[in-house]
């Protein structure tokens, strides 16, 4: 699972990258999976929004409806 979760977040990256952002993966235990967000996306004040209704429901849908996502700085 830890190799689609990691999939999926390499084809996401492109959005955040066209915006002046990018993510880069902390961890992935099981269907935990820590984000931070960097660039124009680590300040930005939707960063909570991105990580839950972008990122998450993406993974959620491509990979497994349990994953939870978690921002972290």
Known sequence: M???IRSTLEQLRGM???DGGDLEVVS???KEV???L???CGSCPHATLTI???IQRTLQEQVDPEINVE???
């Open 38 to 40: 960097t660039g124009a």
């Open 34 to 36: 820590k984000l931070r």
């Open 71 to 73: 921002q972290v700085s």
């Open 52 to 54: 839950k209704q972008g």
């Open 28 to 30: 992935i235990e099981d």
């Open 16 to 18: 955040l990258q066209a």
């Open 2 to 4: 830890e190799e689609q």
